[in-house]
């Protein structure tokens, strides 16, 4: 009783403690969702997309886009800010115009579809619907509409079987909308530019897209956009200018992005005021990346399902005895451990041609093909960071552990995983 009673002082310690998030003004302006009234040192990009989207507003169907740059350098904030302004002005002058913007990171061609469907009613999906039934009710939602699609992430699809190559089909369906006389335009967002050269030359053709690229910053406007949102959101004289330039400058020279910066400052700032500190410093940022870093991967992998996280599993384990992971010992380790799930084994190619792709969209393993030698064929390796390997296992072994113990309360009946097949 007496260790409950601690726990529950502890709890209303971290409530009704005054202290708690002192060196904020408003952290919000630190999270992912925040988008600021103006991105800095982003004019002449911002002029090149509104130039382009805003043709509908002169009955003029925009061109199609393919913007480019690495992470952090502002293209979805752009791209959210823009299409919410112009949806308003669209409805405030009654015209029929309209722009979605779908993050189709980490989903399947069937999920982006069925997304795209409940962006314009809601929507229950019948059993059977697949991706030509998703096209029939979305080409019939656009008639006499401007619609853009705004695919963020696109280099994040999951390639899943039997639609290999996504991202190609999904190009190549919207782009040639035009051809049933749907005045229909995409801008699509990428970090890895050369999938352009993926795509089949039919879709390449059809879809023709003005280029856009968002270069990434250079070490002097990283500090300043770091500066101006730490006036915006932390307390007066509870930072030091010099303190994060000099943070500035170590994310710019090890090639981290500002996404990662308004983390870890975020992060830095909630433990100074557990920690019941007024001032942040330099110490106390690169000990947050860190945990910011980490805790960005353990959720992740947190929630996976038991067969995705029992096959990262035995990548990790096998790597770590043997250097990299053979894709058979990678599948022999995975059935032997899945038991312990209470699940059956999923066959070796739905593994290795649905499971595999997502963990590498992910980045979390490597997959390589090397020659066992000469007259002997090759073999397919799977490869995770070494300086992830050892963090990946634990987390993964950990989660596991924990169902185990869960399953073996609860003793639930056997499960038959299922392949999904869209």
């Known amino acids: 009783m007496a260790s409950n009673e601690s726990y529950e002082s502890t709890i209303d310690e971290y409530i009704n403690t005054d202290n708690t998030y002192t060196v904020f003004k408003n952290a919000n302006v630190f999270s992912n969702e925040f988008v600021p009234d103006r991105l800095l040192f982003r004019d002449d990009e911002s002029q090149f997309v509104l130039s382009n989207l805003t043709k509908p507003f002169h009955r003029i169907k925009a061109q199609n886009m393919f913007i480019y740059g690495p992470p952090g350098t502002g293209k979805t904030a752009m791209l959210i800010k823009t299409s919410s302004a112009l949806n308003r002005k669209a409805k405030e002058k ?55 699609f705004i695919f963020d992430d696109l280099d994040k699809m999951i390639s899943k079987y039997p639609y290999v190559h996504p991202m190609d089909i999904l190009i190549n369906t919207f782009s040639r909308l035009a051809e049933l006389d749907i005045k229909a335009f995409i801008c699509v967002l990428v970090n890895d530019a050369t999938i352009e050269e993926r795509l089949k030359p039919s879709t390449r053709s059809a879809y023709a897209p003005q280029y856009l690229n968002f270069r990434a910053y250079n070490s002097r406007e990283l500090c300043a956009i770091l500066k101006d949102r730490c006036i915006e959101g932390l307390k007066k004289d509870t930072y030091n200018e010099q303190t994060i330039n000099d943070f500035g400058a170590f994310l710019y020279k090890s090639h981290r992005d500002l996404r990662t910066g308004f983390n870890v400052i975020l992060e830095t700032g909630h433990q100074a005021g557990m920690a019941n500190k007024t001032k942040i410093t330099h110490s106390d940022l690169k000990k947050s990346l860190k945990k910011v870093e980490q805790n960005t991967l353990a959720e992740l992998i947190t929630k996976f399902d038991g067969t995705i996280l029992t096959f990262l599993y035995a990548i990790a384990s096998i790597q770590r005895k043997y250097k990299e992971a053979e894709s058979k010992a990678a599948y022999d380790f995975y059935c032997k451990e899945i038991t312990k799930l209470n699940i059956d084994p999923c066959a070796d190619t739905h593994l290795l041609r649905s499971i595999r792709p997502q963990l590498e969209v992910m980045g979390l393993i490597i997959h390589s093909i090397k020659g066992r030698g000469k007259n002997k064929g090759v073999i397919g390796t799977l490869y995770i960071k070494e300086k ?28 038959h995983y299922k392949q999904k097949n869209f």
């Open 94 to 148: 009654g015209q029929k115009i309209r722009y979605n913007y779908i993050n189709v990171k980490y989903q399947t061609l069937p999920q982006v579809m069925r997304d795209i469907v409940k962006q314009y009613k809601p929507f229950e999906k019948p059993r059977g619907l697949g991706f030509d039934d998703y096209k029939t009710i979305i080409e019939s939602r656009l008639k006499d509409n401007y619609t853009g």
């Open 388 to 415: 992830e390997l050892d963090y990946i296992y634990d987390i993964c072994k950990n989660e596991l552990q924990k169902r185990v113990r869960k399953l073996e309360r609860t003793k639930e009946p056997k499960k």
